[in-house]
C-alpha cells in the first residue's frame, strides 16, 4: 500500500508540473510525437502492404505444393529463363501416375489456364478472361465460391463435359438483366457450354491479380477440345499439378520429398542429373518480398529513431531545468522525510508521463492515418504496434530522465532549501 501510494503521490507531482509548464511540456513532446509517429506509421504501413500482398496471393491456397515448369520467383541471373524454357512441361500422364502413387498428397489435380480469352452470349461479350481446365480435387487445391448454382460435378469433369462456372463479373457482362444465369449457355472459341454455376464476388486485389470474378472453369478434358496441353511438350500450353498435403506433414517436407522421387522415376532422370521441374510453394512469393519489408521496417526505425533521439534531449533538458526550478521545494521535501527513492520517482514519473503523453499523440496521428484512403490498400494499426509505440516512448522517458531524476535524489536538503 505504501508503495502505491508514493507511486500516486509521484504521478500526481508530475501532472502537477506539467499542466504548470504546458507550453514547455508541448514543445517537449514534439521531438517524442514526430518520432513515434515515423516508427509507428511505417510499421504499420509495411504490416498492412505485407497483409494485403499475401491476401491477395490466398487463391494460390495453403498447404500446397504446385509441380510446375517455371519457379514462381524466377531466378538470380538475367538469363535464367534460358534453363528452364526447354523443360517439358507436366503432363497428364504424371498427374495420373502421381495420383496413382503418392501416399502423402491428401488431394491431387492438374489444371490447365489461359488469359485473354472472349466469352458471348448473344449479343453480349467480355474479353481478357482467364479460362481454366480442371480435373477432380481442383475445388480442395485452390478455393472456390459458388453464389449461384453448384460446383461442376465428378460426371462432368470425368466426361469433359462443355458445362462451365462462370465468374461474377462474367455473369453481369454476358447477363446484365438476369439475376441468376444458370442454365444458360455461352460460347467459348466458338463452342457452347452450359452454365451450371456462378461464383460468389471477390472484388479486385491489392496487386491487381486478376481475381475469380473474371474466371470462367470448364473440365479439363473438355479444356484440350480448344488448346493443345497435357501431352508434356516444352512448347505447348502449360499445365499445372496442385498437390495438397497432410496437416501432420509439417512443411510439407514428406510430400515434397515423395512427389521429387515419382517425378524423377517418371522422367527417367539419372542420380547426376538435376530436377527438370520445380515445386513450387505459395510461401516462395512471401519469402521473396520478406526482404523489402525488412528493409522498409529499418528506415522506418532510422528515420524515427533520429527524432526520438531529438526528443530524448528535448526530455532531458526540460526535466534538468524542472530540477533547477524546483530545488527549493525538493530540499523542503527531503527535511520533512520524503525519501531519496520518493523523489527520484517524482521526476522519473515525470519524464515518462511527458513521454507517453508524445508517444499517444503519435499514436494518434497514425490512428488517423488509417483513415486516409490509399486505393485498394487497407492500413490498419494493429494492437502490437500500439503496444510497441508506447514502449519505446516509456523506455525513452525512462532514459532522458534517469540522469536528472538521480541528480535531484542526491540533493542536500540544507543547500537546496538556500536555493533561489
Avoid at 62 to 73: H, R, V
Avoid at 221 to 226: A, T, V
Avoid at 282 to 289: L, Q, R, T, V, W
Amino acid at each position: 500500500m505504501l508503495a502505491l501510494r508514493l507511486i500516486l503521490e509521484s504521478l500526481a507531482f508530475a501532472w502537477k508540473a506539467l499542466r504548470s509548464n504546458l507550453l514547455r511540456t508541448v514543445l517537449s513532446l514534439l521531438g517524442v510525437t514526430i518520432g513515434i509517429f515515423s516508427i509507428i506509421a511505417v510499421l504499420t504501413l509495411v504490416d498492412s502492404l505485407e497483409r494485403n500482398i499475401r491476401d491477395s496471393f490466398n487463391f494460390l491456397g495453403s498447404n500446397i505444393i504446385y509441380l510446375d515448369k517455371w519457379p514462381f520467383t524466377g531466378g538470380n541471373t538475367r538469363d535464367w529463363w534460358k534453363d528452364f524454357i526447354k523443360r517439358p512441361n507436366v503432363s497428364y500422364a504424371e498427374y495420373k501416375f502421381l495420383k496413382a502413387n503418392l501416399k502423402t498428397g491428401n488431394h491431387v489435380c492438374i489444371y490447365g489456364v489461359t488469359n485473354d480469352v472472349t466469352v458471348k452470349a448473344g449479343s453480349n461479350g467480355i474479353n481478357r478472361i482467364v479460362l481454366r481446365g480442371v480435373t477432380l480435387d481442383y475445388e480442395n487445391i485452390r478455393e472456390v465460391n459458388v453464389e449461384n448454382g453448384r460446383y461442376l460435378t465428378t460426371d462432368e469433369i470425368e466426361g469433359g463435359r462443355n458445362v462451365v462456372l462462370i465468374g461474377y463479373e462474367v455473369a453481369r457482362a454476358l447477363f446484365p438483366r438476369m439475376d441468376n444465369p444458370v442454365g444458360e449457355f455461352v460460347k467459348i472459341k466458338n463452342l457452347r457450354y452450359k452454365i451450371v454455376g456462378v461464383g460468389k464476388r471477390i472484388g479486385e486485389s491489392f496487386l491487381g491479380v486478376t481475381s475469380s470474378d473474371y474466371e470462367c472453369i470448364i473440365p479439363y478434358d473438355s479444356f484440350r477440345k480448344l488448346y493443345h496441353t497435357g501431352t508434356g511438350r516444352w512448347d505447348e500450353l502449360g499445365s499445372h499439378i496442385g498437390l495438397k498435403g497432410y496437416d501432420n506433414d509439417i512443411g510439407l517436407v514428406l510430400l515434397e520429398n515423395e512427389t521429387r522421387g515419382y517425378m524423377r522415376v517418371k522422367r527417367g532422370l539419372k542420380p547426376s542429373q538435376k530436377d527438370n521441374f520445380t515445386l513450387n510453394r505459395p510461401e516462395a512469393i512471401a519469402n521473396a518480398i520478406a526482404g523489402v519489408f525488412d528493409v522498409l521496417s529499418t528506415a522506418g526505425w532510422i528515420i524515427g529513431g533520429f527524432s526520438m533521439l531529438v526528443g530524448g534531449f528535448g526530455i532531458a533538458n526540460i526535466m534538468f531545468v524542472s530540477v533547477k526550478e524546483r530545488t527549493s521545494i525538493i530540499g523542503l521535501q527531503k527535511s520533512l522525510g520524503a525519501k531519496n527513492y520518493f523523489i527520484l520517482f517524482q521526476f522519473l514519473f515525470e519524464s515518462v508521463l511527458l513521454s507517453l503523453i508524445g508517444g499517444l499523440s503519435g499514436l494518434f496521428l497514425v490512428w488517423l492515418l488509417t483513415y486516409v484512403p490509399f486505393g485498394s490498400l487497407e492500413v490498419v494499426l494493429s494492437v502490437p504496434n500500439i503496444v510497441l509505440g508506447l514502449g519505446v516512448s516509456s523506455s525513452i522517458g525512462l532514459v532522458a530522465g534517469i540522469v536528472p531524476a538521480a541528480v535531484a535524489a542526491r540533493l542536500d536538503p540544507v543547500i537546496a532549501i538556500r536555493a533561489n
